[in-house]
């Protein structure tokens, strides 16, 4: 086995996914793979889908590249369905990676006022229509989903690097 570690960080916009990114990067000394920042970096919108998932897939390929190399990686997507999750695991179980699923999570109203006070020119876009339009969209992940991986933190659970 591997000696990396693939940390799969997801839940809604405003439930907390950077700050726990962040945290693991930090304690693991590992990559930080966000689309966010690399969208933002190239001045391109947030909610541009298309964009997006292009470039998601891009950087599961270097994922698994820099799994191969024995660093750790901290993937940080949103991942809202349990397929997709799915795909990004996979990446680390075919490099011999160990795998843990971070979910961080909040209710709706927070997730909202935390997305309105970080503002940012998706800011309302993000609140309205991505939370208060289409959230119930998100799967939560579930004991057989949590079971495929590694390691599970929960909303709930502390977090401390091994």
């Known amino acids: ?3 990396a570690r693939m ?5 809604l916009p405003g439930a907390g996914k950077t ?5 693991i990067v930090e304690a693991a000394k590992a ?6 920042e690399w969208i933002v970096g190239l001045g391109i919108s ?19 590249a820099i799994l191969r190399c024995g660093a750790s ?16 695991r996979q990446v680390a179980v075919r490099e011999g990676a160990v795998t843990e699923l971070h979910f961080v999570d909040a209710p709706l109203d927070e997730l909202v006022r935390r997305v309105r006070a970080r503002g940012g020119p998706e ?3 993000l609140a ?29 659970d502390p977090w401390s690097p091994h």
């Open 7 to 11: 940390y799969l960080v997801c839940g």
């Open 19 to 23: 700050t726990r990114a962040r945290q």
């Open 123 to 125: 800011a309302e876009a």
């Open 73 to 88: 990686i901290v993937v940080e997507f949103g991942s809202w369905s349990r397929d997709e999750r799915e795909t990004i």
């Open 128 to 156: 309205s229509q991505v939370l208060l339009g289409t959230s119930d969209r998100f799967e939560r992940p579930g004991p057989e989903e949590i079971a495929r991986f590694d390691r599970y933190v929960g909303p709930d």
């Open 46 to 64: 947030l909610v541009d889908y298309e964009f997006r998932f292009k470039l998601q897939d891009c950087m599961l390929v270097h994922a698994g």
């Open 31 to 36: 990559v930080h793979l966000s689309p966010d």
């Open 1 to 3: 086995m591997n000696d």
